[in-house]
């Protein structure tokens, strides 16, 4: 099984990148490389507060399994 964090990054990067690289590769380079930082800063920032998680429980949820109970 693969982790929830990590499932969701690649539901949320993988996208974007493919966008990115679609849009920018041949235009221009430089600016291209720059969505890529942007892009792993927005993702790195969803991995922290969460978000990725949540999305991979919702859209693949037998792919990450069932996730045990967190105490608050």
């Known amino acids: 099984m693969l982790m929830p964090k990590i499932a969701g990054a690649i539901i949320a990067g993988l996208p974007a990148v493919l966008l990115a690289w679609v849009l920018l590769w041949w ?3 430089a600016v291209f490389w720059f969505a890529l930082a942007l892009i792993v800063v927005g993702l790195g ?3 922290a507060t969460g978000a990725t998680d949540d999305l991979a ?3 693949v949820p037998r792919l990450v399994g069932p996730q045990p109970i967190r105490a608050n």
């Open 45 to 47: 920032y969803l991995m």
């Open 57 to 59: 429980n919702r859209l």
């Open 27 to 29: 235009r221009n380079r």
